[in-house]
């Protein structure tokens, strides 16, 4: 693939794929409400349109009125309606105008104003346009409109000119589909998240293919915002169970890095386990700071190697040349936990001081618990051992181990208002440790924060960090979320640390 990240100061050509995961940043705990929109976003995402309710309610009906109870195996039936309907008995063949109303009982329907076909070969033809629902158990949920349909109910195939609609989560639009038993095939077409008629972003792709295990696969792939192609790609695989967000960078200002612009690619393998990554990041403060991985993946465990720079949420930075990350997961079965083990080592170094770096946690979280009126408690514990072997002849090693825990109280009060507060221990701090990359000078944190939408497109965020030994405000953070269109502007006010943020990205919903 070929991607052209542009912005004010630089331009970068990077031969890959790009993802731009919705995430805020934050000090104060406030990512707490990604977790909570995130929820809400995938509720939205999987609510049933009018038309979609009406199908099944309408199935249920006609079942209701059907002679006797289908048996497994047996043809699915049909039903049609029709202002004006003809039909020959001897040849099966039917023609119906006005108002016309196909519906299979497994889960499909076919809306027109004009329709013919044949009853004894289950086909059905639109010449003019044509309105498709499917509700399928066993395939992503499908809303249709096109013209020149064909489609076979027993066989369930067909084919749909001029197509637009809705698959999924996602937008899609095509210039011809085609409907098999187990998939539909769109060519020269697109999918985006952004709903309106003209979409700020779109992928598009030569061939598409949308598979009932909630996959799209894509074929000599373009990527678009507006109408200016930012990239090429030769084949794309996306998620249609609303885990994925959308492909584009992030663009923004911060007092800590200038003008940036960022974003994650991926190079596609033959072996679905394996990956390379490339984290892409320009900044007018240092220039070029991006990093490279390769992945494994195998269920619960994966291995990373890594090399580059990376930045924690303060803008401070730490160059692995390499590293070694090892990453377990497990849910408990039976039980609402799970647990994780992380071992890392490699050659660290930041603000001239360089060490052999080794690091091994292992940790404990609970599942969100509901309380008493939608009070949510989220639990961790977990323990950690750093370990420097300096490099300088007249450098100490550093070792700290110990203890990190954390407990979150938040509420939903309403879809406008929702608030946390939480205590965190960490045994790291840069004050014990070697570097000060993702740690606070103190241990003991006690946070509060809240989330509230003033309209539909703003909502305002406060977060208060607190060293509870010391009893000061260590930060205070204020964000304004925006929403533009099928973007949103963040905007980030450290009042503490007398900094500013703005961040702009592409959002999924």
């Known amino acids: 693939m070929k991607k052209i990240i542009l912005a004010a100061l630089c331009a970068l050509i990077i031969p890959v794929t790009g993802e731009a995961a919705y995430k805020s940043t934050s000090d104060t705990g406030t990512t707490i409400f990604d977790y909570i929109e995130n929820r809400r976003r995938a509720a939205r995402e999987n609510l049933w349109s009018e038309d979609q309710i009406k199908l099944k309610a309408d199935i249920e009906e006609a079942k209701e009125r059907l002679p006797q109870a289908l048996e497994e195996g047996a043809p699915v039936p049909v039903a049609f309606e029709g202002d004006d309907l003809i039909f020959n008995a001897v040849t099966g063949e039917f023609r119906a105008t006005g108002r016309v109303d196909i519906i299979q ?123 200016f192609l930012v990239g090429t790609q030769k084949y794309s695989e996306r998620k249609l169970d609303g885990t994925e967000s959308t492909y584009f960078p992030r663009f923004g200002y911060s007092s800590n890095h200038g003008f940036y612009v960022r974003d994650t690619f991926t190079f596609p393998m033959k072996n679905a386990h394996y990956q390379a990554i490339l984290n892409a990041h320009i900044e007018t403060k240092r220039g070029v700071r991006s990093s490279g991985e390769f992945h494994y993946m195998n269920k619960d465990f994966t291995a990373r190697a890594l090399y580059g720079f990376y930045y924690d949420s303060d803008g401070r930075w730490i160059k692995k040349e390499p590293s070694l990350d090892l990453f377990y997961e497990k849910k408990i079965e039976g039980l609402p936990l799970t647990y994780t083990a992380e071992y890392e080592i490699g050659d660290w170094s930041a603000n001239n001081v360089a060490s052999t770096h080794r690091e091994f946690e292992v940790g404990l979280s609970h599942d969100p618990i509901t309380l008493w009126q939608k009070y949510n408690l989220m639990l961790r514990i977990g323990y950690k051992i750093t370990d420097d072997d300096v490099k300088h002849a007249d450098g100490a090693d550093v070792n700290v181990k110990g203890l990190n825990y954390g407990v979150t109280l938040f509420r939903e009060f309403d879809d406008t208002f929702a608030a946390y507060t939480s205590y965190e221990y960490q045994k790291n701090t840069s004050k014990n440790s070697l570097y000060d990359y993702d740690n606070d000078s103190y241990s003991n944190k006690f946070s509060i924060g809240a989330s509230y939408r003033l309209t539909d497109k703003d909502r305002v965020v406060a977060g208060l960090k607190f060293n509870t030994q ?40």
């Open 470 to 509: 010391s009893g000061k405000l260590e930060d205070a953070d204020y964000y304004w979320y925006r929403d533009l269109h099928c973007s949103t502007a963040i905007f980030r006010w450290r009042q503490k640390r007398d900094k500013v943020e703005v961040h702009w990205q592409f959002t999924p919903w």
């Open 105 to 227: 009982l497994e889960g499909y329907r076919f809306q027109s104003t004009e329709a013919s076909g044949n009853i004894n070969t289950n086909e059905v033809r639109v010449k003019g346009k044509s309105h498709m629902i499917q509700i399928n158990e066993n395939a992503p949920r499908v809303t249709l409109d096109g013209y020149n349909t064909v489609y076979n109910y027993s066989k369930k195939t067909g084919s749909m000119e001029k197509v637009k609609g809705k698959v999924g989560e996602y937008y899609i639009a095509g210039k011809r589909f085609e409907f098999y038993p187990d998939h539909i095939v769109a060519y020269d077409a697109y999918q985006t998240k952004c709903g309106a008629r003209e979409p700020d972003y779109r992928v598009s792709a030569k061939r598409m293919e949308i598979w009932p295990e909630q996959i799209i696969r894509m074929h000599d792939v373009g990527l678009w915002i507006g109408d």
